[in-house]
T-cell receptor
Framework: AQKITQTQPGMFVQEKEAVTLDCTYD???????LFWYKQPSSGEMIFLIY??????QNATEGRYSLNFQKARKSANLVISASQLGDSAMYFC????????????????FGSGTQLTVLP | DVKVTQSSRYLVKRTGEKVFLECVQD?????MFWYRQDPGLGLRLIYF???????EKGDIPEGYSVSREKKERFSLILESASTNQTSMYLC?????????????FGDGTRLSIL
């Protein structure tokens, strides 16, 4: 089974509107973390936002917020007031387990969502 | 600012060649990682290292090896390159003991095997 599922291969949004990128995850661990990265066409991976499984508040970073619904195992990225520069591939990723285990150093990535912001 | 530097942005090699991809980080991170990225598949972990001379296999280690002789440098080796190893390769690094800290990535190497 996929550990990270991003069901939207491509999304379009009008400039200045908000957009939600979906991410669901599958883990039996109680301790885990969820990350979102942005990859512009130039190729570099840019870290956007992090949500820990024990965090009570949804994470926010500027125009980015994470809609974390633990019971549903979803961690959707919300981008408010979209800008043309937001056009990129977006990846959701998960770190599982406590840091004492080797597996906790790894991230598992979803297949990504290509976001296009329209002028 | 964290800097992860990959030795080449673009590389073209021939089938059967031995290929070295180099990665250097300047933040004293314990962990280093090599991924490959293919359309529709996201990033897949090839190998990672959590200390000098230590390495662990990721999800797709076949056809690859790695070397970590110094903390700041992590090399990916294609022993005998094949066309199915044409891909984008991304190196990343992170601290071991800070769960909320992200992995920091290099700019990637687009490798073509002819």
């Amino acid at each position: 089974a996929q550990k990270i599922t991003q069901t939207q291969p491509g999304m379009f949004v009008q400039e200045k509107e908000a957009v939600t990128l979906d991410c669901t995850y599958d883990t039996s661990d109680q301790s885990y973390g969820l990350f979102w990265y942005k990859q512009p066409s130039s190729g570099e991976m840019i870290f956007l936002i992090y949500q820990g499984s024990y965090d009570e508040q949804n994470a926010t970073e500027g125009r980015y917020s994470l809609n974390f619904q633990k019971a549903r195992k979803s961690a959707n990225l919300v981008i408010s007031a979209s800008q043309l520069g937001d056009s990129a591939m977006y990846f959701c990723a998960m770190r599982e387990g406590p840091l004492s285990s080797g597996s906790a150093r790894q991230l598992t990535f979803g297949s990504g969502t290509q976001l296009t912001v329209l002028p | 600012d964290v800097k992860v530097t990959q030795s080449s942005r673009y590389l073209v090699k021939r089938t059967g060649e031995k290929v070295f991809l180099e990665c250097v980080q300047d933040m004293d991170h314990e962990n280093m990682f090599w991924y490959r990225q293919d359309p529709g598949l996201g990033l897949r972990l090839i190998y990672f290292s959590y200390d000098v001379k230590m390495k662990e296999k990721g999800d797709i280690p076949e056809g690859y090896s790695v070397s970590r002789e110094k903390k700041e440098r992590f090399s990916l080796i294609l022993e005998s390159a094949s066309t199915n190893q044409t891909s984008m390769y991304l190196c990343a690094s992170s601290f071991s003991d800070r769960s909320q800290q992200p992995q920091h990535f290099g700019d990637g190497t687009r490798l073509s095997i002819l």
